[in-house]
């Protein structure tokens, strides 16, 4: 089990960019398939960005273009940079991890067993 703790949400205005942080622990992110997903009141949980095991990576079309998942095997730290934000992009994100695997199939599932508290993005108009 991974323990994950997010950082880097707070208030921007559309057109804004914030980058969100993931500090892992107790596993090495390199072998966890790690995720973002959001949530915002009212609405179900959405599946944000993804990156395998090998660092290959895919996005809801809702942020194509706009978001970037990445990882820093150093600090043991997952990231999303944000940028040309929406209010539609306003939630809170959780960033979530799972063992990928000894070959890293697991990330091909898309589900995730471990969970980060959240950290809150508000995009105002």
């Known amino acids: 089990q991974v323990q994950l703790v997010e950082s880097g949400g707070g208030s921007v205005q559309t057109g804004g960019s914030l980058r969100l942080s993931c500090l892992a622990s107790?596993?090495?992110?390199?072998?966890?398939?790690l995720g973002w997903f959001r949530q915002a009141p009212g609405k179900e949980r959405e599946g944000v960005a993804h990156?395998?095991?090998?660092?290959?990576?895919n996005y809801a079309d809702s942020v194509k273009g706009r978001f970037t998942i990445s990882r820093d095997n150093a600090q043991n730290t997952l990231y999303l940079q944000m940028n040309s934000l929406k209010p539609e992009d306003s939630a809170m994100y959780y960033c979530?991890?799972?063992?990928?695997?000894?070959?890293?199939?697991?990330?091909?599932?898309?589900?995730?067993?471990?969970w980060g508290q959240g950290t809150q993005v508000t995009v105002s108009s």
């Open positions: 990156m395998t095991v090998y660092g290959s990576t």
């Open positions: 107790g596993g090495i992110v390199s072998r966890y398939c």
């Open positions: 979530a991890a799972r063992w990928g695997g000894i070959y890293g199939e697991y990330c091909n599932m898309l589900t995730y067993d471990d």
